[in-house]
């Protein structure tokens, strides 16, 4: 299918893939997860949430920046809230779930 919509700028699809670097720190992730189900599973999410993410703010920026825009910080968010899910102790934890 051809499309008539301008492209990414490449400017973006830079910022995106900088906004991605911190997926590569997954096995050190799983490896640091607390042994509950639920905290596993949720590290095991996180990586395809955020390249499904980084591909739609891709795929969308030309015709709507701002959602694009939006798709990032949600994914910076992401970013933060693993890791914060990652570093807390088993009795912080069960506070939590």
């Known amino acids: 299918m051809i499309s008539n919509f301008p492209d990414t700028p490449k ?3 830079a910022v995106i893939i900088v906004l991605l670097l911190p997926v590569f720190q997954f096995p050190y992730l ?6 509950v189900s639920t905290v596993k599973t949720l590290v095991w999410i ?12 891709w795929q969308c920026f030309p015709q709507r920046p701002a959602l694009s825009w939006i798709l990032l910080a949600l994914m910076v968010m992401s970013h933060v809230s693993v890791w914060c899910l990652v570093a807390m102790t088993p009795s912080d934890l069960d506070v939590i779930v």
């Open 11 to 13: 400017w973006m699809t």
């Open 30 to 35: 799983v490896a640091s997860a607390p042994d």
């Open 46 to 57: 996180y990586p395809f949430y955020c390249l499904v993410a980084a591909w739609l703010a």
